[in-house]
């Protein structure tokens, strides 16, 4: 059974001042790309609708099986068919938790938060991820950065920091991926670089 609510998508609480975030800066760059655990699955059926089920399929053809990302047509290929090289995006649950409370996650509208480091010198594009025991997803080059809706969401200092020069080399507002094994994830799986 998948759990749906309807998150308040501007945060209502204080947001994190820019100097706090700069502060964990150290902690940031310390995470893991090696191994880490999937912590929340999003899908996001509609615009502004967030599900977050137990486990859920990824497959070659859909991405994240029930989300949006087939009709979402922001990125497309010459033949008019949505580009697989954004099926999917990741971000890390150490960023999310320095911006939002756990039960907020789900409105950074990221499909994977996960716990570890997606920093582009040890994690770059073409890197594979091995997430439970079936399914397999690469890292592709399309940068994932912060707009006005994180903005809107987190607070102007969350946008600067993860779109700063050190944010974007250790991917603070994540990563976009592509499927190449399908198989089911379940949040608390293990994740590894291969």
Same mark, same amino acid.
């Given at each position: 059974?998948?759990?749906?609510?309807?998150? %308040?998508?501007?945060?209502?609480?204080?947001?994190?001042?820019?100097?706090?975030?700069?502060?964990?800066? %150290?902690?940031?760059?310390?995470?893991?790309?090696?191994?880490?655990? $999937?912590?929340? @699955?999003?899908?996001? /059926?509609?615009?502004?609708?967030?599900?977050?089920?137990?486990?859920?399929?990824?497959?070659?053809?859909?991405?994240?099986?029930?989300?949006?990302?087939?009709?979402?047509?922001?990125?497309?290929? %010459?033949? +008019?068919? /949505?580009?697989?090289?954004?099926?999917?995006?990741?971000?890390?649950?150490?960023?999310?938790?320095? @911006? #939002?409370?756990?039960?907020?996650? /789900?409105?950074? +509208?990221?499909?994977?938060?996960?716990?570890?480091? $997606?920093?582009?010198?040890?994690? %770059?594009?073409?890197?594979?991820?091995?997430?439970?025991?079936?399914?397999?997803?690469?890292?592709?080059?399309?940068?994932?950065?912060?707009?006005?809706?994180?903005?809107?969401?987190? +607070?102007?200092?969350?946008?600067?920091?993860?779109?700063? /020069?050190?944010? !974007?080399?250790? !991917?603070?507002?994540?990563?976009? #991926?592509?499927?190449?094994?399908? +198989?089911? @994830?379940?949040?608390?799986?293990?994740?590894?670089?291969?």
């Amino acid at each position: 059974m998948r759990e749906q609510a309807a998150w %308040p998508l501007v945060d209502e609480v204080t947001h994190t001042p820019r100097e706090a975030l700069d502060a964990r800066l %150290p902690e940031l760059r310390q995470l893991s790309s090696a191994t880490g655990t $999937l912590e929340l @699955i999003v899908v996001r /059926p509609t615009e502004d609708a967030r599900e977050t089920p137990a486990t859920a399929e990824l497959t070659t053809e859909d991405g994240l099986v029930g989300d949006r990302w087939r009709s979402t047509r922001t990125l497309v290929l %010459p033949d +008019g068919s /949505p580009d697989p090289d954004n099926q999917l995006t990741l971000m890390s649950s150490h960023m999310l938790g320095l @911006i #939002a409370t756990r039960d907020r996650w /789900p409105v950074a +509208g990221d499909n994977l938060v996960v716990e570890l480091g $997606l920093d582009a010198e040890t994690l %770059p594009a073409g890197s594979r991820l091995a997430i439970g025991s079936e399914a397999v997803v690469e890292i592709t080059e399309e940068p994932h950065t912060g707009c006005a809706k994180f903005s809107a969401r987190f +607070g102007s200092d969350a946008l600067k920091f993860v779109n700063s /020069p050190e944010g !974007r080399a250790l !991917r603070l507002r994540g990563i976009n #991926a592509r499927v190449v094994t399908p +198989g089911r @994830i379940s949040a608390g799986d293990a994740i590894r670089r291969l």
